[in-house]
Each structure stands twice: as C-alpha cells, then as structure tokens.
C-alpha cells in the first residue's frame, strides 16, 4: 500500500477511536429509523429481466448523514442504469449494525429477496467495540453461508474495514487478517478496504470524521463499483 494511503487509514483509525462515543449516539437514533424501513422490493415484471444485488452493512452502506439517493449502493444503481444492466440493488444497510446484529437479521432480508449478488459490508461496529476477532469471523461466516444456502449460485464480495489502533498490534493484525482469510475459505469475492482513498480525508467526510460526505460517497462507490463490476 502507498505511503499516503497507509497515512489515511491511520488518520481515520485514530479519529474513528475519538469519535466513537458520539458516533455510537448518532448510529442509535439512525438505527431507530432504519429499523422501522422495509426493504425494498421489486415488481414481478422486474424479477423476470432483473438480477438482484443486496447491499448488507451498516451506516456506511445506509448512507449515514446523506440523503437517501447519495448512499453508494444508490450512486452504483446508478452506474448500472446508466450501463443498461439487468441488476436492481437493495439497500439494506442499517447504522450501528454488529456482525452478531446482522446474523440476526439476514434471513428476514434475503427471505424478503433473494440475491444474485451479495455485498457484505460489516465489522467495523465490531472493531470499534473491541469484540474478538474470533467471534466477527464466525459471524461473517454464517451469513455467507446462510446467503449460499437461499442461492447456492449467489456471488458474494465481501468488502473489509480496519480496527482502532487502541486494541493493540496483536487486536489489529488478527483484525486485518480476517477478511483475506474469510474470503479464501468461503470462496468469496474481496474488497480489502471499504473505505480506500476516503479514510482519513476531511475534506471527503462529514463532520464526524467517519461517515464520508456526497464526495466521499462518490469515491467509495467507484471503488466497490470496480470490485463489483466483473461479477455482473
């Protein structure tokens, strides 16, 4: 990784620690919302052309602080309408999510539609909560394999985050390991870092530090989108 990139993820790593608290308090009122939203479906003449590509994290795949249409996974709909693609995505991002929420809440999700594509976007709650490594794995991995077992075709890319540097060297490398090793072992497509030239850069996130702004948002859809793109 380039040097000013490996700066921008430790600027970010050090005020997603400083922020925490009152980010925490933001998540909660958001989650509140989110929690009372349904997932969007599509009509029956739509699924007879259309692929669906489930986008599954927390308040960076909701688009914390944004308004709806400047979330990612809405700007990557975007692109795809703009290419004449048959893929409609569902944004089912929800703030404060932990991976342990999201083993918990998945099924409701790929029961209310069933993925072509799955984009798994959690763990950063966990990091900021210092949960064991061991523990965010084992969840991530049961929710790929209960997306494999509603569509065994499913294609899934799993997009990876990065710890607070305050749990340690041993909590970080654990932590950075995770995805790559997730990846291999569920046959998953990857993305190492969610938040790949956005992390770390005022000027491309909101007031809290964390949650990219509309600019940032842009950056972090071009970045999944090119992940994303051979799998359609």
Request: glycine share 8%; net charge neutral; with cysteine.
């Amino acid at each position: 990784m380039k040097q000013n990139s490996t700066f921008s993820i430790l600027l970010f790593q050090l005020i997603f620690v400083l922020m925490g608290c009152s980010t925490s308090n933001e998540e909660k009122q958001d989650q509140n919302q989110a929690s009372n939203t349904s997932v969007p479906t599509v009509s029956a003449d739509e699924t007879s052309s259309k692929k669906t590509i489930i986008f599954f994290g927390n308040s960076l795949t909701a688009g914390y602080g944004l308004e709806k249409e400047q979330a990612f996974p809405q700007l990557i709909q975007q692109k795809i309408d703009k290419l004449a693609l048959p893929y409609t995505i569902v944004n089912a991002g929800l703030s404060g999510e932990t991976t342990a929420g999201g083993l918990g809440r998945v099924d409701w999700i790929i029961g209310q539609q069933k993925p072509d594509i799955f984009v798994l976007s959690l763990g950063g709650n966990d990091a900021l909560r210092g949960i064991d490594p061991n523990n965010t794995k084992d969840n991530l991995e049961k929710i790929i394999d209960k997306v494999k077992k509603v569509n065994p075709q499913c294609k899934i890319l799993l997009a990876g985050i990065l710890p607070p540097p305050n749990m340690g060297d041993d909590y970080f490398k654990a932590f950075e390991k995770l995805y790559p090793q997730i990846s291999k072992e569920k046959n998953t497509y990857l993305l190492p870092f969610l938040l790949e030239g956005v992390a770390g850069e005022p000027s491309l996130n909101q007031a809290d530090g964390i949650h990219p702004n509309v600019e940032g948002a842009k950056i972090v859809a071009n970045t999944v989108f090119k992940s994303l793109q051979p799998l359609l």
